[in-house]
């Protein structure tokens, strides 16, 4: 099973993006989806998650800007940006959590806020 990551692209700052993930196929075990990203020369990092029963996590950089949404019948997460800036620039990826089994990872999107 494959996640496939889409809606990145180049946006002026303060624009808005909207990021898709979507299995290829049933995920078993599933607890959580999320979305991180990482930076040019800076290590990876969490940007929001939601679990199953639908409570969500913000990294502070993101609260109030970003939305986390989950389809659980498609295994499909999204992530709504607004007012973004330039320093959201990163390659975002989605993940699956699952429970006693490895995650599943997608293989990113570039999003890029110029200013």
């Known amino acids: 099973v494959q996640l496939q990551a889409s809606g990145g692209g180049l946006v002026q700052a303060g624009g808005s993006l909207r990021l898709s993930c979507a299995a290829s196929g049933r995920i078993s075990n599933t607890v959580a989806m999320a979305w991180y990203r990482r930076a040019p020369g800076k290590q990876r990092e969490l940007v929001a998650s939601i679990i199953v029963s639908g409570t969500t996590n913000y990294a502070d950089s993101v609260k109030g800007r970003f939305t986390i949404s989950r389809d659980i019948r498609k295994t499909a997460v999204y992530l709504e940006m607004n007012s973004l800036k330039p320093e959201d620039t990163a390659v975002y990826y989605c993940?699956?959590?699952?429970?006693?089994?490895?995650?599943?990872w997608g293989q990113g999107t570039q999003v890029t806020v110029s200013s």
């Open positions: 993940n699956v959590v699952r429970q006693s089994l490895p995650d599943v």
